[in-house]
């Protein structure tokens, strides 16, 4: 049974390499005030018990696995996800239209319990000349958009999409699709390896429903403080 108790649009980027880094960080955060993302190398470490875990300390869990495969494949593997008792889990919208269908279907039977479906459209890494390489005419832009507006067609509850790409989506794409974005920073903080960054503040206003954020709060001194001042810039801003 997944625990129900965060409000906030906070989704802190657990990018560790074991379950004890994970959880010296996760000690000193607070479940009232985020939710986790836990990605493929912590996963493929640490396997479900960790995401177990924290759910026992009653975290709401973001599994960013990104599924692509068949249509069978990706179905069994949301349920999988479900059984977890995860509150997001994702998928990639190129995987067609066939896939995205068959992970929505395959939630149904969750009911109220079913976790959030989103897609991944087009990954940031890959510029126009990697696009054209594996046979996608267009910008990213352009794919970004053809495939959130499939990615919403097929049912899905939205897409992780960079914080500039958050307004024109939000317009496209109304009110009710939930845009997850990364590339956040707050005011004053490194960008890291980040190449274009928002504030919080500036993402949410652009349509950001949700914010992912690692490094600012990971590697902060005191990360409550700094989940804390988030929450407070975002709190009223609408999505
Ligand atoms: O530490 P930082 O805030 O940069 O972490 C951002 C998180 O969002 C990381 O887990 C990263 O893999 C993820 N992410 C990203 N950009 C994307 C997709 C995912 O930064 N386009």
Redesign the pocket.
């Known amino acids: 049974m997944p625990p129900t108790v965060s409000q906030s649009r906070i989704i802190v980027?657990l990018?560790y390499p074991n379950a004890e880094s994970a959880l010296d960080i996760v000690d000193r955060l607070n479940p009232t005030l985020c939710r986790l993302?836990v990605?493929k190398e912590l996963f493929t470490r640490t396997g479900p018990e960790l995401v177990r875990e924290l759910n026992r300390r009653d975290f709401q869990v973001f599994l960013?696995l990104k599924f692509h495969d068949i249509p069978n494949t990706v179905a069994q593997a949301c349920r999988a996800a479900a059984d977890l008792g995860v509150w997001m889990v994702n998928v990639h919208a190129q995987g067609g239209r066939k896939m995205l269908q068959a992970a929505r279907d395959a939630l149904v039977e969750y009911g109220d319990q079913r976790p959030l479906l989103i897609a991944?459209t087009i990954?940031?890494?890959l510029g126009t000349e990697d696009l054209i390489e594996v046979g996608l005419q267009g910008t990213p832009a352009d794919n970004v958009l053809r495939l959130a507006k499939l990615t919403k067609d097929c049912g899905l509850d939205g897409v992780?999409c960079?914080p500039q790409e958050a307004g024109s989506l939000r317009s496209q794409l109304g009110s009710g699709f939930q845009l997850i974005t990364?590339?956040?920073?707050p005011a004053g903080a490194a960008a890291?390896?980040?190449r274009r960054v928002m504030t919080p503040g500036q993402a949410v206003s652009a349509g950001a429903s949700y914010l992912?954020?690692?490094?600012?709060?990971?590697q902060a001194a005191d990360p409550i403080a700094v989940l804390t001042a988030i929450n407070d810039e975002i709190s009223g801003l609408t999505r």
């Open positions: 980027a990018d993302k990605g960013d991944v990954l940031t890494s992780v960079s990364p590339g956040v920073r890291d390896d980040q992912v954020v690692g490094r600012p709060i990971t």
